[in-house]
């Protein structure tokens, strides 16, 4: 039974990891700037610094998820945006190598149906859906 779960371990970690290799190479960029790093759930959470700061005001969008990697504005909104972001993580570790086309893909599809191309996708409802059952309790 260990042995079965270490293996699910690291399978998840190694289906995920050239998505989580990504996310560390924007974490990186990130602690150049004044970040701070943290490990949180089997999470790296990278949040701070001049270059989020500049992100999450040029683009609006507060956290990243790549692979088991989460980039932030700041370790507050980081542990507000967890059950969401951490949902991402389980979808980079269902889908491995696939979840970054298949995300851009599922928006595509959504923005050529005319729907929102961010609140639509499937994978954002997912994670929306974890965020408010997290929200109720
Ligand atoms: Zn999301």
Redo the contacts with the bound molecule.
């Keep these: 039974m260990v042995l079965n779960s270490f293996l699910n371990h690291i399978f998840r970690y190694g289906w995920a990891s050239p998505t989580t290799l990504l996310g560390l190479l924007f974490a990186s960029l990130l602690l150049l700037t004044g970040a701070s790093a943290r490990w949180v759930d089997g999470v790296i959470e990278v949040a701070g610094g001049w270059l989020a700061q500049t992100l999450v005001q040029t683009s609006g969008f507060a ?1 990243l ?1 790549l692979g088991h990697v989460v980039l932030g504005c700041s370790a507050e909104c980081l542990q507000r945006l967890r059950p ?2 951490h ?2 993580v389980r979808q980079a570790e269902r889908w491995g190598l696939l979840f970054v086309p298949a995300y851009l893909l599922a928006g595509l599809w959504q923005w050529l149906r005319g729907r929102h191309a ?1 609140y639509d ?1 499937l ?2 409802q997912e ?2 859906a974890a965020e408010s059952v997290e929200s109720v309790r």
């Design positions: 956290a998820t969401h972001e949902v991402h961010y996708n994978f954002e994670a929306f």
